[in-house]
């Protein structure tokens, strides 16, 4: 924790860069009665952004949903620079509070307090690209990794409550956590369901007056012509739909050197992964432990949204403790005290398994954490731009360490006393 404050913090205060200063604009015209479906008009919100907070900065607001306007409303009235100061001090303070709620969560799970902090420190760790790049532009990825520990938390002591508002919350602001909806349609918590859509519904009309319906029937025309944007295929962005455009879609500017010209392909085959890995996830985790299955959504609500960038990726946190936390759960039972139970070849062979799982998540850790240079030019040409995907093959790998988990949870009979 001290090097993110020293190491990852403090270097950053006192600059302007891009990120924040989108959320603070956004706000700025909303205070001002200013904003409206212009704001999807990319120069004339650039040129807002500059007049704003210096003319060194280039922002736009597309694909930001309206509501986004409303996350800085309340430093709005702050100069740029100690707006953006505040902001990044409230994000550390956000992550070292989602911190304290997965210990309380890990408590829950049977885990105690020392074993979940080294977990938690080995989860921080393996996040710590992620954690600096948020820090180092004012994004709000950790306020929203806090977001949806509240709603683990909500999950696994039963508060339907917060599990909804928490998941409502997040998705409001960024669209965030889009597949752990499954989780409380699949678990039936009906409450929570209703909660959540409530305040989602509560926002957006509360917000009506200022943001304007033109602007949110603007929205959808804008998030659509997004997606058509040849810069989608650079590789800042480590989703499935970012790589196979990488590889198989031209464009002039963004991308003159893929593998060839098959935009079909490009198409279809994250769709394909999507609907297959989607499919097999809530098979898998319908009928299994609510919070390992809400920590196998976590990784595809990343890396199968058309966008990610570095910074998304410090929502893995809440994933990697729950899963972590399961393994260790495992290791226990299967190596425990009793010699003439862990002599028994079912338990032996089931040994061999869980300790192919753990080399498979410590890779995915270490593809997290790499100071991998994905965005190299060298590496865009061709298919030397499969190396320029660190982040998503790290967190496919930790979705399919999940994936191995829901399926023993479902399906094993080790710990079923046969």
Not at 42 to 62: C, K, L, M, N
Not at 111 to 130: D, H, I, N, T
Not at 160 to 165: A, I, Q, S, Y
Not at 293 to 299: H, K, Q, S, V
Request: proline share 6%; net charge positive; hydrophobic share 55%.
């Amino acid at each position: 924790m001290a090097y993110i404050i020293i190491g990852q913090t403090l270097p950053t205060l006192g600059k302007v860069t891009h990120g924040f200063v989108g959320h603070y604009t956004a706000s700025r015209l909303l205070s001002q009665a200013e904003f409206g479906p212009q704001v999807y008009h990319d120069d004339w919100f650039a040129a807002q952004v500059q007049h704003y907070t210096g003319p060194s900065v280039f922002e736009i607001f597309t694909p930001n949903l309206p509501t986004v306007s409303l996350l800085a409303l309340p430093l709005a009235a702050l100069p740029s620079q100690l707006s953006r100061d505040v902001w990044i001090g409230l994000s550390v303070l956000a992550l070292f509070c989602t911190c304290g709620v997965l210990m309380r969560i890990g408590s829950a799970l049977g885990q105690s307090w020392e074993r979940s902090g080294w977990v938690l420190l080995l989860g921080v760790v393996s996040l710590l690209p992620a954690i600096g790049a948020n820090v180092e532009v004012g994004q709000t990825y950790l306020f929203l990794g806090l977001l949806l520990a509240l709603a683990l938390w909500g999950l696994v002591y039963r508060v339907d409550t917060l599990l909804g508002g928490a998941l409502g919350l997040a998705f409001i602001i960024k669209t965030s956590g889009l597949f752990l909806w499954i989780v409380l349609l699949t678990q039936r918590r009906w409450r929570a369901l209703g909660v959540g859509i409530s305040l989602m519904v509560a926002v957006a009309l509360a917000s009506l007056p200022w943001i304007g319906l033109n602007t949110w029937l603007a929205y959808p025309a804008a998030v659509q012509a997004f997606s058509q944007r040849g810069a989608l295929a650079v590789t800042a962005y480590q989703t499935t739909a970012g790589l196979f455009r990488h590889l198989f879609v031209y464009d002039p500017v963004w991308n003159p050197t893929p593998v060839s010209d098959w935009p079909f392909l490009a198409a279809i085959v994250p769709v394909t992964i999507t609907l297959i890995g989607l499919g097999l996830t809530v098979w898998l985790g319908r009928g299994s432990d609510p919070p390992l299955f809400f920590a196998a959504l976590l990784p595809p609500a990343i890396i199968l949204l058309p966008v990610a960038e570095e910074y998304h990726f410090v929502l893995l946190l809440s994933s990697i403790f729950v899963i972590i936390t399961s393994m260790l759960k495992l290791s226990r039972l299967s190596f425990g005290d009793n010699e003439n139970y862990r002599r028994t070849n079912l338990t032996l062979s089931y040994g061999i398994v869980l300790k192919g799982t753990w080399v498979g998540l410590g890779v995915a850790l270490l593809l997290l954490v790499a100071p991998v240079p994905f965005k190299y030019a060298d590496w865009a040409s061709g298919w030397w731009a499969l190396l320029a995907y660190p982040r998503l093959y790290g967190a496919g790998l930790l979705w399919m360490v999940a994936l191995k988990l829901l399926y023993n949870a479902r399906f094993g009979r080790l710990f079923r006393g046969e």
